[in-house]
């Protein structure tokens, strides 16, 4: 995955092309990421002990990882990886060949 929990993201396509947000969780095995704000779905509650009047709730919902970019120095760019000299794999922005982690 590009991304990492807490980096900034931008949506590229979509309902909610043109958003940013920040990453809140990664799910790798689905090529999925919770983005804070983006795609929010109402979910119903049933009324429990904890929550007697019930009601409704919104939430997000994950988003596939192809709809979104990642966001470097206010610009969202494209990704590619790097091997340095010590072996260490890296991402770097592919337009300005800048070292991200």
Do not use: C, W
């Amino acid at each position: 995955m590009f991304v990492k929990k807490g980096e900034t993201v931008k949506i590229i396509s979509g309902s909610d092309a043109g958003k940013t947000g920040r990453v809140l969780k990664v799910y790798p095995k689905r090529n999925r990421v919770l983005v804070e704000g983006v795609a929010m779905v109402t979910k119903h509650l049933r009324p429990t002990d904890d929550n007697p009047q019930g009601g409704r709730q919104q939430k997000e919902s994950s988003i596939h990882i192809s709809n979104v970019k990642l966001v470097v120095n206010g610009n969202p760019v494209k990704i590619g990886y790097k091997i340095l000299e010590n072996g260490k794999k890296v991402r770097i922005a592919k337009n300005t060949q800048e070292i991200i982690d």
